[in-house]
């Protein structure tokens, strides 16, 4: 049951991705609202081997997860209307979505220490967080300009918010214990990371005129979210043999 729910994840994943490239975008609502909850019941199934004790230990882990998953299939819901307001909410979505990630991430590692708090190491944490900042500049001067408008302090907000997440990841690697993890972590970031740029370009500079960028988009989202499980269900495994 616990595979049979993925397979059936990447078959809407997949009728999805067609729809999109079609630009069927009004038979999406067979598939697109189908994919977080699909996630969440995985995601359940996969969680029902840990001990109590571990879950206790790990509920802020479960809960920014659960609000990710949550606040995801909002968006999805928002992202099938056609109205300019309920569809600004869909995109405003991933501010708070990201932030939650950025808990989970910073969650993770303080439960990684002994002392129960998080340790910056800065050769990792200021190269990597000085890089996205300038990818970020260069990615909003390119795509739609700076300016002092609403949505541009949102992208603002949206930019700066996966800057940090890409630090966070890095500073995994000062952490032995999470060795097994922080690559899905890592991974999961990147096609957030990648996804955006493909996005920003997609949506505010070609206005969404190739349906390829589209289904870019849309894979890319699946597999941040799913590497994303992949690296708490590994936290959750290894704590659990540790008996944490």
Request: net charge positive; hydrophobic share 55%; glycine share 4%.
């Amino acid at each position: 049951m616990k595979y049979l729910l993925f397979f059936v994840y990447c078959l809407f994943l997949g009728l999805d991705c067609y729809f999109l490239y079609k630009g069927n975008y009004n038979l999406r609502i067979w598939s697109k609202p189908v994919l977080m909850v699909l996630l969440l019941l995985w995601f359940i199934l996969q969680t029902s081997f840990a001990k109590k004790t571990v879950l206790s230990n790990s509920y802020m882990i479960s809960f920014y997860t659960y609000s990710i998953l949550l606040l995801s299939l909002l968006s999805d819901m928002c992202a099938l209307w056609s109205d300019i307001f309920v569809w600004s909410v869909c995109r405003l979505l991933y501010i708070p979505i990201y932030e939650c990630y950025l808990l989970l991430l910073i969650e993770v590692q303080r439960k990684a220490e002994a002392e129960k708090k998080i340790v910056f190491h800065v050769k990792k944490v200021f190269p990597t967080l000085f890089l996205m900042l300038l990818l970020a500049v260069a990615v909003l001067y390119k795509a739609v300009g700076f300016g002092t408008q609403f949505y541009h302090w949102c992208l603002y907000l949206h930019s700066f918010t996966i800057c940090l997440m890409v630090p966070l990841t890095a500073n995994m690697w000062g952490y032995q214990r999470l060795k097994k993890c922080r690559i899905l972590f890592a991974i999961s970031v990147f096609f957030i990371v990648v996804t955006n740029i493909t996005f920003c370009f997609d949506e505010l500079y070609y206005h969404r005129q190739h349906h390829l960028l589209d289904v870019f988009v849309a894979l890319g989202n699946g597999a941040a979210t799913v590497f994303m499980l992949f690296g708490v269900l590994r936290v959750l495994k290894d704590w659990r043999k540790l008996e944490y």
